[in-house]
């Protein structure tokens, strides 16, 4: 089995960081906005009109882009109850087919979710209360979906690139009888 080029790996760091900057952008809005509305709520009475479109959008942003850097975190959901049914043998082959199952079901809601962008630009849909065109926050669905799928393909390409997995509740992904996964991330 080949080891990635350098550049993947190099690459996929890259991406982890430009996702934790912008989550932490959206999230800095978020809570910005969030409490600025209830300041204004309890100084004035009334709250900040665009102040809840401004909310989804950055909580939109937070929540997808999130999804990539718990993937790259090794720390995505994924049910474990059948992890034992197969022999352990299976599990790098199990493992690495799983990976690119991954990235074509990314690849196909990047597609769906391109639809959805271009009919929104299409019909100049915009949003009601800040009247600005909607397509642009829409567009975050494809690119995360985008980005997920290349993840997981070079996961699935090259499996020295995958991070371990964290335990549930487990901030440093150590579970009893498996050394700690702090240096890989």
């Known amino acids: 089995m080949r080891d990635a080029p350098p550049i993947v790996g190099r690459l996929l760091e890259y991406l982890r960081r430009a996702e934790l900057v912008i989550t932490c ?3 800095g809005i ?5 409490f600025a509305d209830v300041l204004m709520r309890e100084f004035t009475g009334s709250g900040l009109a665009w102040a809840r479109q401004v909310g989804v959008y950055a909580n939109v942003v937070v929540t997808i882009v999130g999804i990539g850097l718990a993937s790259s975190g ?5 049910p ?3 992890d034992k049914w197969l022999p352990a043998a299976w599990a ?3 493992t690495r087919i799983g990976e690119l199952l991954t990235a074509i079901f990314c690849l196909a809601f990047a597609w769906v979710a391109l639809q959805v962008v271009i009919e929104t630009y299409e019909l100049d849909e915009r949003s009601v209360v800040l009247r600005l065109i909607v397509w642009p926050f829409q567009s975050v669905l494809p690119l995360a979906f985008l980005v997920a799928a290349a993840r997981h393909g070079a996961y699935g390409l090259w499996p020295g690139l995958r991070p371990a997995e964290r335990g549930e509740g487990d901030p440093h992904g150590e579970l009893p009888g498996r050394p700690a996964a702090r240096g890989a991330s």
């Not at 978020?30 to 969030?34: H, I, M, Q, R």
């Not at 090794?74 to 994924?78: E, F, Q």
Request: with cysteine.
């Open 30 to 34: 978020l809570g910005s906005v969030v």
């Open 74 to 78: 090794g720390a995505h959901l994924r």
């Open 25 to 27: 952008c959206a999230f």
């Open 92 to 94: 790098p082959a199990l």
């Open 80 to 82: 474990r109850f059948a």
